[in-house]
């Protein structure tokens, strides 16, 4: 075990992956010589070559395209988008080809490729560095989406989605890239998709998170005097964990989602749905969700206002106690 | 850093009907690789116009019709060998029959029946490229991944006029410049994006411009002479084979069909143009090219007919007599690792279905 941060443990997953198996790839702007804009792929040109990680042209379409071609040629591109916003160019090669084009193929052809990116506000940022667009990547059939909260997930996520068959968006959270630190095995390490973590273990009230909400989630309970509070980290929000939303949700009887993204028919709304079709005779009172507003991330001067706070959550949590 | 080359202005002709100059000869075509081209031609022709009426009959769904362009896939595909691979749009959805695919599963494609999906690695034909110019990065990607790893096969992307105007054109075409991706940019300009002509897409003298732009060659041949887009695409694949790069081709026809059986052109269409346009299309004027050079008459042309007609005619019973795709293959090719949802869906799926 190293104590190692997000962005270090990311940094260790690909040097573990890209010795383990040749045919992966990095390709990305400012991936190579830089080693990335927050050096999550530093080190990897100078010890795989510059074929290996690639520093593309300005062009994330482009960047998404071509790992389509590459992975017709063999490759395990992985493609870093170098902010969460910055993606949106290469959602029409996502949506168009990267999900569909296994299917198309009736399954004669696999496209194991990853794109992955930091994502997500508090970071102090000029606009567009500061979104959650999660929801743009797990309604699109044919890719699978996680969002890591810890080194170790970071690692062992990334790990997953290179040797997943089937193509993966990962969305790091970048405000904890450095600032949260954790436990990480060293060498090969990986988190299977689709299976939540519990983060703490309680009775009276489920909070449901991922990505840069679980230590917000965490603080709330540690406010929570005397009320035993259950933390589930989603981890993948597709292939979803259902079976541990429902479990706590029988377990404690009231949920409360939180999200960092705009409200409307967020991954929240998503959890919420699934909790009232399967879970309606388990709960105590309404699954109430706390979010972002259906606002354009805001300037950062007011940014602490947009993110759900412990403050907020834990208001919900009282509200539902009180139900 | 890749030569750039100006840009040919002039269309590359062999075959000597357009201009008044005689026929050429192109080095290493003998009379057997002739008539293998003019057997691809046909085959394309034929199955273009029983797919229009087989819309007509109901028999296949909206189909992108390519008469006329037939030049321009048979030649492009004849200057290939056999590893290297093709990037489709719709407007060349049947060239994987020149690789042997079956015309039942291009035909069973524009049933909707999921008998149409193959894969692309059987062929080298990768799957029809339906939105405009998104599989210009595929390609790119394709011929630069195949170039990393050391292997000699090129790519060869079709695309119209049209594409240029997209971002992924753009994107696609500086990859492949920038990773010196062995890749035949081939842009057929047959003058329309549906109903938008090309004065209103581009302010380019040429299309072959936009080449000096990415710093590859460019190069601008007659569409509808085989030969010229045999020798063109020739030149280009030996170029890439040999680390020179991508090239762009612009190939210049005249849509002389509608876009799609589901378009009316006489709205906005030049029906004058068209009607001339029809008079030098390009099956028959390589089968005047080779009637004149004594490759082919009346019996032989009319056995190379028949053949492909008789393929197309066995393509559609087969694709006809495919049975109804289970509902299950809504579920099946997704993902090679599905969610456990889509077991239950299915399931309930099942139940309603009765």
């Known amino acids: ?80 988008m170098q902010y969460d916003a910055f993606s949106y160019p290469c959602l029409d090669q996502l949506i168009t080809h990267v999900g569909r084009y296994r299917w198309r193929t009736g399954g004669k052809m696999s496209f194991p490729l990853v794109v992955r990116m930091p994502y997500g506000g508090g970071v102090r940022a000029p606009e567009l560095h500061d979104d959650s667009p999660e929801t743009y990547y797990v309604h699109t059939p044919g890719v699978k989406v996680a969002v890591p909260s810890t080194p170790g997930d970071a690692k062992g996520l990334l790990a997953a989605a290179i040797r997943d068959p089937d193509p993966v968006v990962v969305l790091e959270p970048k405000l904890h890239y450095r600032t949260l630190k954790g436990d990480v095995p060293e060498g090969e390490h990986v988190v299977p998709l689709g299976r939540a973590r519990l983060a703490r273990d309680g009775t009276d009230v489920t909070l449901v998170a991922y990505g840069s909400m679980v230590p917000v989630c965490e603080a709330a309970a540690d406010a929570l005097d005397g009320v035993s509070v259950e933390v589930l980290d989603i981890r993948t929000l597709k292939p979803l964990d259902e079976e541990a939303l429902l479990a706590s949700a029988a377990k404690t009887g009231r949920v409360v989602i939180v999200q960092e993204a ?50 907020r959550v834990t208001a919900a949590v009282r509200r539902l106690l009180d139900f | 850093m890749a030569q750039v080359l100006p840009a040919e202005r002039d269309l590359r002709r062999v075959i000597g009907d357009a201009d008044g100059a005689g026929d050429r000869e192109v080095d290493g075509l003998g009379e057997q690789e002739l008539l293998e081209l003019y057997r ?150 047959n003058h329309w994006a549906i109903s938008t002509p090309l004065e209103a897409q581009t ?54 069909a509608p876009h799609a059986t589901a378009d009316d052109p006489r709205a906005y269409i030049d029906l004058a143009r068209v009607e001339e346009e029809k008079k030098r299309e390009c099956v028959g004027r390589f089968e005047g090219y080779l009637r004149r050079a004594g490759i082919l008459h009346d019996d032989l042309a009319a056995s190379i007919r028949s053949e492909a007609a008789d393929a197309v005619r066995a393509g559609i019973a087969d694709a006809e007599a495919e049975p109804p795709a289970d509902v299950e293959l809504l579920f099946a090719h997704a993902y090679a690792d599905p969610p456990v949802s889509f077991g239950s869906d299915l399931d309930e799926l099942r139940r309603t279905l009765g």
């Open chain 1, 262 to 311: 705009p409200r409307t028919c967020g991954f929240a709304a998503e959890l919420a749905a699934i909790l009232a079709e399967k879970a309606i005779l388990e709960l105590r009172g309404p699954v109430i969700r706390v979010t972002g507003y259906d606002v354009p991330y805001p300037y950062w001067q007011i940014e602490d206002a947009y993110m759900p706070s412990v403050e």
């Open chain 1, 1 to 80: 075990m190293a104590e190692l941060s997000i962005v270090e443990a990311i940094n260790d997953a690909f040097h573990v992956e890209l010795e383990r198996d040749p045919s992966v790839m990095v390709i990305g702007e400012d991936v190579g010589r830089a080693g990335g804009v927050f050096r999550a792929t530093a080190g990897l040109r100078d010890r795989f070559g510059p074929d290996r990680c690639f520093d593309t042209p300005l062009a994330e379409a482009g960047i998404l395209g071509s790992a389509v071609g590459l992975c017709m040629a063999g490759w395990r591109p992985v493609c870093e």
């Open chain 2, 40 to 189: 691809s031609m046909v085959l394309l022709r034929t199955y273009d116009e029983r797919s229009v009426v087989y819309h007509r009959q109901g028999r296949i769904g909206t189909y992108a019709i390519f008469w006329n362009h037939e030049a321009m896939q048979a030649g492009a595909f004849h200057a290939l060998e056999d590893e290297d691979w093709i990037f489709p749009s719709y407007r060349e959805s049947a060239i994987g029959l020149l690789r042997g695919m079956p015309p039942a599963t291009v035909l069973s494609w524009w049933r909707g029946h999921p008998a149409g999906w193959w894969n692309p690695e059987d062929y080298r034909v990768a799957s029809i490229c339906v939105p405009i110019a998104t599989h210009v990065p595929h390609a790119a990607g394709l011929a630069w991944g195949k170039k990393l790893k050391g292997e000699t096969a090129c790519a060869v992307v079709f695309f119209g006029d049209g594409a240029t105007s997209e971002g992924a054109f753009h994107e696609g075409a500086n990859f492949a410049a920038v990773t010196g991706a062995p890749l035949v940019l081939f842009c057929n300009n």
């Open chain 2, 203 to 256: 302010r380019a003298e040429t299309l072959a411009d936009k080449a000096v732009g990415y710093g590859m060659p460019g190069l601008r041949v007659d569409g509808t002479d085989v030969l010229a887009c045999y020798e063109a695409t020739r030149e280009a694949v030996a170029r890439a084979r040999t680390g020179g790069g991508p090239t762009f081709i612009e190939a210049v026809s005249y849509r002389t």
